[in-house]
């Protein structure tokens, strides 16, 4: 896997109460440990992503 300032710094990732609610909106999740959950999701290898 190439360099990827996402993976490097994870371990950084945060939100707010209102993201915790979009990010929950947008993915459909029924958890409310959602940095948790992106945070095990972003390094899998099933899981897509881009930048737009």
Excluded: Y
Aim: one cysteine or more.
């Amino acid at each position: 896997m190439e360099n990827n300032e996402l993976l490097n710094h994870l371990d950084k990732l945060h939100t707010t109460e209102l993201g915790v609610v979009r990010i929950k909106r947008n993915l459909a999740l029924d958890n409310d440990h959602v940095v948790d959950w992106c945070r095990n999701m972003i390094p899998s290898v099933e899981a897509s992503m881009w930048r737009r």
